[in-house]
């Protein structure tokens, strides 16, 4: 995968410098494009089944209600302080280097004439609509939808009913999904033999249609947004792994590399949940019933490297447009990054919403996020990265002092 990555960046250059556009696109849009979308599909195929098995079964194998909340409460608080330390450190940053500030009205009439418009978002659901709307009232039209938080809260509900009721019937349910389980990591282990093939698509698309123009044009933001989330990934993950989790840090990356490089080629937690759930019972022989539970429910609800982005995109559209935040208004960005990484969508680009909402309750003008749009594939492949670095780096923690079979349930 890390040959194709290469190859894929290297190959889309040279395509971009040599061939002329009409050539160009006709090879995107014929070739590259389609294989790697065929990938992602591949991947996304199996998600669905993956949550609704490993959920569940990561639930019913705690063997107990109590254990259940345990390690529920113990993921809760572990989210909540990571993604808190997640966006202080954008935040830092942000402060520090001052990404934003100094830009002359006649570049910033520029940047906003050459990079793409802000498309229109649909409002976000908040507050009590949100707690609603995470129970599906048809979980099979939440599946198609691509609704994962309410699918996992599904699962969540069906795990605690295979907990909780001890008969033969609910063995054997329990039994056909440990099935469908097994069969779904098999077909994984197939797509990923395609793997460096797919990547190479990905990553020859993206520079055969970027290139670096748009980097050189926002370095500042860009190396302040990669910076922070380089001290998350290698420092604050490193610290929880070592004093939390009792695992060497270098022995963590160096079982980790292959979840890390398909996140950073598929910019998606969800696309890259299959592997994950992969690695942490073959690389870093963590307890399935842990690993499941804690990595299936934090492809989309342990995202620190999401929550970071976020804080540090709109502290740097303030520092953009000149608009300085109050401490309301800074409390305001802080606590809705938090709870971004908690909600947002493990797919591409699924953080954008989230900051244009954000963009509208502190004043700032949301067309600023066409801005974002010109460099934020590449930086999603980054802060994907981090995430699912963040929800290996949580289940080697949260698995600390855990038995590593379930335990038997009581007659």
Same mark, same amino acid.
Request: hydrophobic fraction near 55%.
């Given at each position: ?16 410098? $040599? ?71 954008g935040v830092v940053f942000v402060r520090v280097f001052e990404p934003g500030a100094g830009v002359s009205a006649e570049v910033r ?41 309410? $699918? ?51 990553v020859f698309t993206l520079t055969a249609r970027m290139g670096f123009g748009v980097l050189r044009q926002l370095a500042g933001y ?89 804080? $540090? ?99």
């Amino acid at each position: 995968m890390l040959g194709g990555l290469l190859l894929g960046a290297a190959g889309g250059v040279a395509a971009r410098a $040599v061939l002329p556009a009409t050539a160009l696109e006709r090879l995107v849009d014929g070739v590259t494009e389609p294989g790697g979308q065929l990938f992602l599909r591949l991947l996304f195929m199996l998600v669905i089944p993956l949550v609704v098995t490993a959920l569940p079964l990561g639930v019913a194998a705690l063997g107990d209600l109590r254990a259940l909340g345990r390690v529920g409460l113990r993921m809760l608080a572990y989210t909540a302080v990571v993604s808190a330390i997640a966006v202080l450190i954008g935040v830092v940053f942000v402060r520090v280097f001052e990404p934003g500030a100094g830009v002359s009205a006649e570049v910033r009439a520029t940047l906003q004439a050459e990079l793409p418009a802000a498309p229109a978002q649909p409002g976000l659901p908040v507050g009590t609509d949100f707690l609603v709307l995470l129970v599906p009232s048809n979980v099979v039209k939440a599946m198609s939808e691509g609704e994962f938080l309410a $699918v996992m809260v599904f699962a969540l509900f069906l795990g605690v009913g295979l907990a909780a009721v001890r008969s033969q019937p609910a063995r054997r349910l329990e039994e056909t999904l440990e099935g469908l389980y097994e069969v779904v990591m098999w077909l994984l282990g197939a797509v990923i033999r395609v793997a460096p093939l797919g990547v190479f698509c990905l990553v020859f698309t993206l520079t055969a249609r970027m290139g670096f123009g748009v980097l050189r044009q926002l370095a500042g933001y860009v190396l302040v947004v990669v910076g922070a989330l380089a001290v998350q990934n290698f420092g604050v993950y490193s610290l929880a792994v070592r004093w939390l989790g009792g695992m060497s840090p270098l022995a963590f990356f160096r079982a980790v590399q292959e979840a890390t490089l398909t996140a950073f080629s598929t910019s998606s937690s969800n696309a890259t949940l299959p592997t994950a759930l992969a690695v942490a019972e073959r690389e870093l022989h963590l307890p399935t019933h842990v690993s499941r539970f804690v990595l299936t429910l934090g492809s989309t609800a342990n995202q620190n490297g999401t929550a970071l982005f976020e804080g $540090v995109t709109v502290l740097f559209l303030a520092q953009f447009y000149g608009i300085e935040l109050g401490v309301l208004e800074q409390a305001t960005v802080l606590g809705i990054c938090i709870l971004g990484g908690i909600g947002t969508a493990g797919v591409p680009a699924g953080s954008i919403p989230v900051v244009v909402m954000i963009l509208g309750l502190v004043g700032i003008p949301a067309e600023g996020i066409g801005l974002i749009l010109g460099v934020d594939r590449f930086l999603d492949m980054c802060r994907t990265t981090v995430n699912v670095t963040g929800d290996l780096a949580a289940a080697v923690v949260i698995s600390r002092g855990e038995t590593r079979e379930p335990r038997p349930r009581p007659p």
